[in-house]
């Protein structure tokens, strides 16, 4: 590939600006993430988003994330996944949430992998201090609470609307198999 082939495009270089601001507010929610992001200072994690042909590199420096392009060099760890399915492997939370649907790849150093988890998994933002910042501190809180409630609504509704579909489909319509019925078709077929 030639240097001018590898050159970012502006709308790309203007893109991870405004991803790396965005993360790094985020981040600033949870007033403990300075030590939780620590061991992974220096640290190079590259992101291909399949399906969009684009991939980016998150770098640790001095307590706050960098993103560039994944081509400067190389990575200690290759997430490579539709941006649906890192967008669901992010927001799990707890090791009985099952992963999600679609197939996001891990490869690199192993250790890296199980510290990010753990800062993911860690990672708890201070909404109501947010909120109270912008909106003051009677108000802020109130909001921060309402949207939270609000969000755990939508999540549980959504999760409750997912369930009650896969099953109309397989009792109902019978347009899916159940997979008990699966595994017995397939023994039969053996």
């Known amino acids: 590939m030639t240097d001018a082939a590898r050159q970012p495009k502006p709308l790309?270089?203007?893109?991870g600006t405004l991803l790396e601001g965005a993360l790094n507010r985020a981040l600033a929610l949870d007033p403990e993430?300075?030590?939780?992001?620590?061991?992974?200072?220096?640290?190079?994690?590259?992101?291909?988003l399949r399906g969009m042909n684009l991939a980016l590199a998150i770098v640790v420096r001095e307590g706050k994330l960098r993103v560039g392009p994944h081509w400067e060099s190389?990575?200690?760890l290759n997430v490579r996944a539709a941006p649906a399915s890192l967008l669901a492997f992010a927001l799990r939370r707890g090791e009985d949430?099952?992963?999600?649907?679609?197939?996001?790849?891990?490869?690199?150093?192993?250790?890296?992998?199980?510290?990010?988890?753990?800062?993911?998994?860690?990672?708890?933002?201070?909404?109501?201090?947010?909120?109270a910042k912008t909106f003051g501190d009677v108000a802020g809180v109130a909001l921060?609470?309402?949207?939270?409630?609000?969000?755990?609504?939508?999540?549980?509704s959504a999760q409750a609307l997912a369930q009650?579909?896969?099953?109309?489909?397989?009792?109902?319509?019978r347009d899916l198999v159940a997979p008990a019925e699966m595994e017995a078709i397939l023994d039969d077929v053996d």
């Open 12 to 15: 790309l270089v203007r893109l």
């Open 74 to 76: 190389a990575s200690d």
């Open 33 to 48: 993430i300075g030590t939780t992001l620590a061991p992974l200072e220096g640290r190079r994690i590259g992101v291909e």
């Open 164 to 173: 009650d579909t896969a099953e109309f489909l397989r009792e109902e319509s």
């Open 97 to 131: 949430t099952p992963l999600p649907p679609g197939k996001v790849e891990i490869s690199g150093d192993a250790q890296l992998a199980r510290t990010l988890e753990k800062v993911a998994r860690e990672y708890r933002p201070d909404f109501e201090e947010a909120f």
């Open 144 to 156: 921060a609470r309402a949207f939270a409630r609000a969000f755990a609504y939508a999540r549980e």
